[in-house]
């Protein structure tokens, strides 16, 4: 299991392929306890950026 800084800013992640054209990384766990262990992720694409989102998959 990976180890993380007490006040680690940046997260670099793996990507796997899953055969289906989308790709699977697992979240670190201190982003998932910033966003306080939400049911589901949004990805919002803003211009050139990526905004992540905590809450519903809908």
Same mark, same amino acid.
């Given at each position: 299991?990976?180890?993380?800084?007490?006040? /680690?800013? /940046?997260?670099?992640?793996?990507?796997?392929?899953?055969?289906?054209?989308?790709?699977?990384?697992?979240?670190?766990?201190?982003?998932?306890?910033?966003?306080?262990?939400?049911?589901?992720? $949004?990805?919002?694409?803003?211009? $050139?950026?990526?905004?992540?989102?905590?809450?519903?998959?809908?």
């Amino acid at each position: 299991m990976t180890r993380w800084k007490k006040d /680690e800013k /940046e997260f670099g992640v793996s990507l796997n392929n899953d055969k289906t054209g989308s790709l699977i990384c697992r979240i670190p766990k201190p982003i998932v306890d910033m966003l306080g262990k939400p049911d589901g992720i $949004k990805f919002l694409i803003q211009g $050139k950026r990526i905004v992540i989102v905590a809450g519903d998959k809908k």
